[in-house]
């Protein structure tokens, strides 16, 4: 194999992506989703962990709901915490009608899923809808994600977001979000990947849950939101990608939490999708422009960076409607060399950091043992 054509080669299956990743967008845009029919009693289940970015604005956002029947559960496992008695403050704030703190000791290896099991139990409602703790929401969410479950093939819903932040390492991370990593879920149907799952939103029946085994049939995982997805197509269901988009609040203060939180991403990617894995690099345009350019292929570069750009942006404003893109989109290439170093950093750890604990994860992404942050700088933290 000459390198000319390994050149030739990579440079056309990434301009082949770019011009996928546009009319997966432009088939998103068309799309419609069912109007709401019945309005079951939806609980939303939410784990908290802590204060977030922005969280009492993002956690008000679910209880200003235009949405008949509804609940919303918040599960904490810190028994004793100034963020409780800030938490216990707010639920008061709405009624036990509306909000309600459940307090959990989760006994799986994925905590978070071992609160959302705790959760189940208290739940009332006959629809679950889960998102991440720092997930801010529009006012007919409910409606909107709720509705396709009216169709008794679909199994799940779920649905893209955008990333906003108040410091410059975040927004960068968002600008990622919303034209590199929104744009693979858009392609993975295309390419027969149907088996997906966002943390943004996961709304299912609790009977489906039921079906696959609870949350505890997934609570070894590191990637929640994929297996859950996983099993639930494996049962049978159809996974509904919804044109809602919401908002997520990123921290990133610094470049080395950026590089934590993408490390631990690719790391749980790779887990879920093990040797293909290696196919992400197609979707590395910027790469492979500047491989052109070497090759002296100049005019080949120029118009893979270009389509490049022209699909981020027709994801990042024409769906998300991101206004980080609007803002940083000439930043784009700059983010693409970055996130092909993480995508090279996920190949080789074998530990990710979440939560303040370091996690041992194994090929398929179970999670094998936990060390608290804090131990690993300080040995003798470990036997307190």
């Not at 679950?128 to 909107?144: K, T």
């Not at 297996?227 to 470049?255: C, F, K, P």
């Amino acid at each position: 194999m000459s390198l000319r054509w390994l050149v030739e080669a990579g440079w056309f299956a990434a301009l082949l992506y770019q011009l996928a990743v546009i009319a997966a967008a432009l088939v998103h845009r068309k799309r419609r989703d069912p109007p709401l029919g019945s309005a079951p009693f939806v609980s939303v289940l939410k784990p908290l962990h802590g204060p977030d970015p922005h969280g009492e604005q993002a956690l008000r956002s679910h209880l200003q709901q235009d949405y008949p029947a509804y609940e919303v559960l918040f599960g904490l496992r810190s028994l004793q915490s100034s963020f409780r008695n800030w938490l216990e403050g707010f639920v008061r704030s709405y009624g036990l009608g509306r909000a309600r703190l459940i307090l959990a000791e989760p006994s799986l290896a994925n905590q978070k899923v071992g609160v959302l099991a705790e959760l189940a139990r208290h739940a009332r409602g006959e629809i679950f809808v889960v998102n991440d703790s720092d997930i801010e929401v529009h006012q007919g969410y409910l409606r909107e994600v709720v509705a396709p479950l009216g169709d008794p093939t679909v199994g799940l819903v779920t649905c893209l977001y955008r990333g906003m932040s108040d410091h410059f390492p975040g927004k960068f991370e968002a600008l990622g979000i919303a034209t590199d990593f929104a744009p693979g879920v858009l392609v993975a149907p295309f390419v027969g990947v149907r088996e997906f799952g966002l943390g943004a939103t996961l709304a299912f029946r609790r009977e489906t849950l039921e079906r696959i085994g609870g949350f505890e049939a997934i609570g070894d995982y590191l990637a929640d939101d994929y297996q859950l997805a996983r099993r639930i197509r494996q049962a049978g269901y159809r996974i509904h990608l919804s044109r809602t988009v919401v908002t997520t609040w990123l921290g990133g203060q610094s470049w080395r939490e950026v590089w934590r939180h993408q490390l631990r991403w690719h790391r749980t990617i790779r887990a879920c999708k093990g040797l293909g894995y290696a196919g992400l690099v197609v979707t590395q345009a910027t790469f492979w422009s500047i491989v052109a350019a070497w090759a002296g292929q100049w005019f080949a570069a120029a118009l893979l960076l270009t389509v490049r750009v022209l699909a981020g942006l027709t994801v990042g404003l024409g769906v998300l409607e991101c206004s980080i893109t609007r803002r940083y989109w000439y930043l784009m290439p700059l983010r693409d060399l970055f996130g092909m170093l993480v995508w090279l950093g996920g190949w080789l750890v074998k530990r990710v950091e979440w939560r303040g604990e370091e996690l041992a994860i194994d090929s398929e992404g179970r999670i094998l043992g936990r060390i608290p942050l804090a131990a690993r700088v300080n040995p003798e933290a470990r036997n307190r």
